[in-house]
């Protein structure tokens, strides 16, 4: 257990919807990464914020968006959904003050766009 | 970001050691190599970095040339449960505020351990 947490695991939904994934980090990590993982892409890192503000921008589509809150959980808000967008999408976290970067990710949201 | 080249697959017989290798020929001085694995679907695991020095931990150890262009993860006991897709990643050190901390993967070896 790596003490991130995500959910839901599983998400079902159809084309053209909008639809919410939440991540907590650990306890005291500031730092949280989003990464999508599709057969053809691999895993792609998205977004990436700490303590509130985005940090760094990976191949994130403008049809999602992503935010972190003033208790560090954060939120990957997708939409007009396609069927492309069906992944598995994680979260990590990383410890904060540290140069070298170990990140704990999460179990992942497998969304299926039908 | 040096890039990395590692096999595309290996076997390994159970109990013994996997040697994983990876190239980074353009790595730079400060750039450390990480090693992560994914576990079918799971989320990614980390294992190991180092910088210069070999290292070692509970799960693995690495070994870095001298000339820093290459390094081989050595898992010296392998069992089923290390059948995973093994990462070798190069990046440098995190900055104040935690920029350059996103990883990039590759594709990864895709490592079989076989009873």
């Known amino acids: 257990d790596s003490g991130v947490t995500q959910t839901p695991k599983h998400l079902i939904t159809a084309t053209g919807q909008r639809v919410t994934l939440r991540c907590s980090p650990r306890?005291?990590?500031?730092?949280v990464y989003w990464y999508q993982q599709s057969l053809d892409q691999g895993l792609q890192f998205l977004i990436q914020?700490?303590?509130?503000?985005?940090?760094a921008k990976g191949n994130i589509l403008e049809r999602f968006s992503a935010q972190q809150f003033p208790d560090l959980h954060s939120e990957l808000n997708l939409s007009s959904l396609e069927l492309g967008d069906s992944a598995l999408y994680f979260c990590?976290?990383?410890?904060?003050?540290?140069?070298?970067?170990?990140?704990?990710f999460g179990p992942g949201t497998r969304l299926t766009v039908l | 970001d040096a890039k990395t080249t590692q096999p595309t697959s290996m076997d390994c017989a159970e109990g013994r050691a996997a040697n994983l290798p990876c190239n980074h020929s353009?790595?730079?001085?400060?750039?450390?190599v990480y090693w992560y694995r994914q576990i079918h679907s799971q989320g990614p695991q980390y294992i190991i970095h180092?910088?210069?020095n070999n290292e070692t931990n509970e799960m693995a150890s690495l070994i870095i040339t001298e000339d820093r262009k290459s390094s081989t993860l050595i898992l010296p006991h392998a069992t089923l449960r290390d059948t995973a897709v093994y990462y070798c990643?190069?990046?440098?050190?995190?900055?104040?505020?935690?920029?350059?901390?996103?990883?990039?993967f590759g594709k990864g070896t895709k490592l079989s351990v076989k009873p």
């Open positions: 990590a976290s990383s410890e904060t003050g540290v140069r070298y970067n170990e990140q704990f």
């Open positions: 306890s005291g990590d500031l730092s």
């Open positions: 914020y700490y303590n509130g503000e985005e940090r």
């Open positions: 353009t790595i730079s001085g400060n750039e450390y």
């Open positions: 180092g910088l210069k």
């Open positions: 990643i190069v990046r440098g050190p995190m900055n104040y505020g935690g920029s350059q901390g996103n990883l990039i």
